[in-house]
């Protein structure tokens, strides 16, 4: 066991901060710490003195905790860390991922019939590739850490921001897709001094509006749904790298703290 | 002459950040290395809790004004040195002016009232 492993495990359990870059400053300051040890053993100090005295000199006060993890962490990555650690234990995990695996098969299989693709919001295909970009990426990631087991540290998490990216990007393409078909529908249907609204709420006189008000709903809802699918599809591979990822980082982190 | 831009309540950062761009000017260092040096350079008058250094390295490593390498000494020991960067050593000769300017004014007021 490490003498500093009280105060190294104080930073830990303080420092918000991607595990990687927590295991180097660990590393850094533990370093540090035995050339502190030994330059107060050197002058004359008992082992327990010189590890007190080397202790007081790298307190790290909660001030310098925070400075410290706002060098490090931007904000939405710091949000996106925390809820991957929130769901930790076994049945958060495991309702979160039926809960997922649900409305993924329930939509997928409305969205997997030809009659969704008839009469679909163009930005649907946008969408799709999305989906191709993150299933290559995902399938890259576990590839590595799964399969030939590359756990470098200075590795791991790359990728995974880019996968978030793109889940993100799907979800507000869907809202563009959404705006825009209800925006390009309402130029057709409504009247010079009228609202879309008006148009919606009130019964038509025209066979012809309720047809486009009744395409218009069909690709809002298809862009809709297939963007909110892929964003929840993709946020699924996320989480599952990422606990993956927390978990070699915290083997990491043990063993820094243990040595 | 150098116009002084110090912001009052920033002069401690940039104090420290001064002193320990100026302590690598010598050579790579570490962080436990920083600490001594600019103690017993300075009699002992600056001395800094390491707790406060690591995230003003690490700020000046981010900012590029530093650069970071571990090295490995030992079996089972890495070290993180630290290097100016040619920009850490603008940045260090523009806060030097900055200080002497900022000291010359202090003199310039501080010095009339001792004499």
Known sequence: ?259 | MIKPQLDIPLLTKQFNETLILAILVDGKKHGYQLALEIEEKSGGLFRFNHGTLYPILHRLEKEKLIRGAWKQEGPKRQRKYYTLTSAGKKYLAVHVAQWREFFTQFFNIAGVIEG
Not at chain 1, 133 to 153: C, D, R, V
Not at chain 1, 205 to 222: E, L, P
């Open chain 1, 1 to 259: 066991m490490n003498r500093f492993s009280s105060l190294l495990n104080s930073i830990h359990d303080r420092l918000h901060v991607p595990q990687p870059i927590k295991s180097r400053i660990l590393l850094e300051i533990a370093a540090d710490l035995q050339d502190a040890y030994d330059f107060y053993l050197e002058r004359g100090h008992t082992e327990e003195q010189a590890t007190q005295l080397a202790q007081e000199r790298f307190l790290l006060d909660d001030a310098a905790i925070a400075e410290l993890a706002a060098v490090h962490q931007p904000l939405v990555k710091r949000i996106l860390d925390r809820f991957s650690l929130q769901m930790q234990s076994r049945w958060q995990r495991l309702i979160l991922l039926l809960t997922l695996l649900t409305i993924v098969a329930v939509s997928g299989r409305v969205m997997l019939t030809s009659a969704f693709f008839v009469n679909s919001s163009p930005f649907v295909w946008p969408v799709w590739g999305i989906s191709i970009a993150g299933l290559l990426l995902f399938l890259q990631k576990f590839y590595q850490l799964f399969l030939i087991k590359n756990h470098n540290l200075r590795t791991l998490r790359n990728g995974l921001g880019t996968l978030a990216l793109l889940g993100l990007l799907s979800a507000v393409l869907g809202l563009c897709g959404y705006f825009y078909e209800l925006l390009a529908n309402g130029m057709r249907t409504v009247l010079p001094g009228g609202s879309l609204i008006t148009v919606v709420c009130t019964v038509t006189d025209s066979a012809k509006q309720i047809i486009d008000i009744h395409n218009c709903y069909i690709r809002t809802s298809t862009v809709m749904m297939a963007s909110l699918f892929v964003a929840m599809l993709i946020g699924l591979l996320w989480y599952v790298l990422m606990n993956k990822i927390a978990k070699i980082e915290m083997a990491e982190a043990q063993s820094i703290l243990s040595t």
